[in-house]
C-alpha cells in the first residue's frame, strides 16, 4: 500500500486520489505546519531569505562604505554567512521585543563561531578591520529594520488576489474551526477561506457561529472543480476512514493539494512533527528537541562552557569550600537524587547550604527563614553559588547547563500525580538554570498552583528550544544572581 506523505515545505498534489494507510492516516503535518501554514508559501520564504540575504547584502555594503574592493574572499565569506544564517527563525508574528532579542543573540552566536573558526585558521588577518567592525555593528539593525519592514509589506503583497489561495475546510469540528480561525485572521497566511463542509446541519454546529457552510461532504468534491479551490484541509476525526476514502475518491480528478489535519492536533504537542518509520508515515506527539544535530550543538556547548566555568572559578570554588566546611559540621558538598533524563535517577552535586542533607522520605523545601539554612549557606542560596558543583555534573552528561531544574526524587513523586505532563519535563537533561527560573517560578512551590506555573514554562522550553533561547536564558541568570533573586532562601 502506497503512503503519501507531505513534505515540509510543498504541498502534494492528489492525482490520482491518495490512500489511507494501514494506521488510519492520511499525509500528515506538524501541528505548527498545519495551523500557522509554514509551507512554501510567500510568508515562508520571507522568513527563511530574508536575514542570510541583508546579512550578505550588509557586508557588501560596508565594503561600499569604506570604499574596499569586492575581492574574491569577500564573496566567500558572504555566502558562508548566507549558508550559515539560513533559514531565517524570526516569524512576522513575533512581537519586536522578541525580534530585537532573536537577532542580537543570533548574531552574536554567529560572530563568535566565525571569529573563533577565522582565529583559529589564521584567515581573520586577511580581511580589512574596520569593513569587519562596521558589518559586525550594523547587521543587528539592519536585520531589526528589515523585519519590520518586511512584517507591512509582506500583507499588502498578499492581499493581492494572484497571490491568495482558496481553501476550504472538510470537517466543522475543533480542529477545523482552529484552521478556519486561523486562515480569517491570520494576513501572513494569504489565503481566502471559502467555508466548510460537514454531513450535519448548521442546527448542529453551534460553535460555526457566523462562518460559511457551503454543503455535505458529498458537494465538496463539485465544489472545487467549479470554483477552482487550490487548497483542501480534511478535519475529520480519523476513526471514520471510509468517510475519508469516500471523500478523496471524490476528490480524484481534481488538482487541490489535499491536507489531513487529524484530530490528535487538540492535543498540545511537544516538538510535534511528521516522521516515517519503514514508510508508515507517523507523528510525534511527545519528543525532545534534542535530536541529530541539535543534540550534538546542546551537547558540545555544555562540554565548551562548563569546561572554561570550571576554569575561571576554581579558585573561588575552593574558597567557598573552606567556608561551608567551616560553617557547620558535615560535608562540603552535598548530593541529592533527582530525576534526570528520561526520568533516569541522578546524582546531583551543591554546596551544602543546610545543617541536615535531607534525601529519602518527605523532604520540605527550603522557604524563608528556614532554621535549617546555615548562615553562610544562606549566602549561597541568595546568590545561586551553591549551584557551581553542578557544572562537574554537566561535564559528566547528567545534566545541562540550561534546562528545566531538577527537583528531589520525592518531590518528583508526589507532583507526577498532581500535575499534567509533569514528567514530559525529563525528556531533557535537567539544567542549572532554565526559562522557569528566570522568569521568576523560583524557590519553594508552597502550592500546586506555584508548581503548575514552574512547568508550564519547562514545556515551553521544550516546544521552543534554540540556541539563541539557551543564550538569552544565560544572560537573563546572570542578571538575576547581580541583582540578587528575592525568591532563594
Known amino acids: 500500500m502506497r503512503h503519501a ?14 490512500r489511507i494507510s494501514s494506521s488510519g492516516m492520511y499525509s500528515t503535518l506538524d501541528k505548527r505546519h498545519v495551523l500557522y501554514g509554514k509551507r512554501f508559501t510567500l510568508t515562508a520564504a520571507a522568513e527563511a531569505f530574508l536575514d542570510p540575504l541583508l546579512v550578505a547584502l550588509c557586508l557588501f555594503g560596508a565594503l561600499l562604505y569604506h570604499g574596499a574592493r569586492l575581492e574574491a574572499r569577500y564573496v566567500i565569506l558572504a555566502l558562508m554567512a548566507f549558508g550559515l544564517m539560513f533559514p531565517g527563525d524570526t516569524r512576522f508574528h513575533d512581537r519586536l521585543r522578541r525580534v530585537v532579542r532573536k537577532k542580537v543573540l543570533n548574531w552574536l552566536i554567529f560572530v563568535v563561531m566565525l571569529g573563533a573558526l577565522g582565529y583559529a585558521t589564521g584567515y581573520i588577518h586577511h580581511f580589512s578591520r574596520e569593513v569587519m567592525l562596521t558589518w559586525l555593528v550594523a547587521t543587528p539593525a539592519l536585520l531589526i529594520a528589515g523585519h519590520e519592514a518586511a512584517r507591512r509589506i509582506v500583507p499588502r503583497l498578499l492581499a493581492i488576489e494572484a497571490n491568495r489561495k482558496t481553501v476550504v475546510i472538510a470537517g466543522c469540528n475543533d480542529v477545523g474551526l482552529r484552521l478556519a ?60 476512514q471510509p468517510r475519508i476514502l469516500a471523500v478523496l475518491d471524490s476528490l480524484k480528478d481534481t488538482t487541490a493539494s489535499i491536507f489531513f489535519a487529524p484530530d490528535i492536533f487538540v492535543t498540545d504537542l511537544i516538538q510535534g512533527r511528521m516522521d516515517s518509520v519503514g514508510g508508515v508515515p507517523v507523528v510525534a506527539v511527545c519528543e525532545t528537541p534534542f535530536q541529530g544535530l541539535q543534540g550534538i550543538i546542546k551537547r558540545l556547548s555544555d562540554i565548551v562552557l562548563s569546561s572554561l566555568i570550571l576554569l575561571a572559578v576554581s579558585p573561588a570554588m575552593l574558597a567557598l569550600a573552606i567556608g561551608v566546611k567551616r560553617s557547620s559540621p558535615g560535608p562540603i558538598i552535598f548530593r541529592q537524587r533527582r530525576y534526570g533524563l528520561d526520568g533516569k535517577e541522578i546524582a546531583v552535586y551543591k554546596f551544602r547550604s543546610m545543617t541536615v542533607c535531607e534525601d529519602h522520605g518527605v523532604i520540605p523545601q527550603a522557604r524563608r527563614n528556614d532554621v535549617r539554612v546555615t548562615a553562610f549557606g544562606a549566602f549561597l542560596r541568595r546568590t545561586s553559588l551553591d549551584e557551581l558543583p553542578q557544572f562537574v555534573n554537566v561535564l559528566q552528561g547528567r545534566m545541562s547547563i540550561v534546562g528545566p531544574r531538577p527537583h528531589a526524587v520525592a518531590h518528583n513523586e508526589t507532583y507526577r500525580k498532581l500535575i499534567k505532563g509533569y514528567m514530559v519535563r525529563h525528556k531533557v537533561r535537567p539544567g542549572i538554570t532554565g526559562w522557569a527560573q528566570v522568569n521568576g517560578c523560583r524557590g519553594e512551590t508552597e502550592t500546586v498552583e506555584k508548581m503548575q506555573k514552574r512547568i508550564e514554562w519547562d514545556l515551553e522550553y521544550l516546544r521552543t528550544w534554540s540556541l539563541s533561547l539557551d543564550t538569552w536564558i544565560i544572560i537573563k541568570t546572570i542578571w538575576v544572581v547581580l541583582r540578587g533573586d528575592r525568591h532563594a532562601y
Do not use: C, N, W
Open 5 to 18: 506523505i507531505l513534505s515540509r515545505y510543498f504541498p502534494l498534489s492528489v492525482t490520482p486520489p491518495a
Open 181 to 240: 480561525r486561523s486562515f480569517l485572521d491570520d494576513r501572513y497566511l494569504g489565503v481566502t477561506f471559502k467555508g466548510f463542509f460537514d454531513d450535519r446541519g448548521r442546527a448542529r454546529l453551534d460553535s460555526i457561529a457566523e462562518m460559511p457552510l457551503l454543503g455535505s461532504l458529498a458537494l465538496l468534491g463539485d465544489y472545487v472543480r467549479e470554483h477552482r479551490v487550490e487548497q483542501i484541509y480534511l478535519a475529520l476525526p480519523m476513526a471514520t
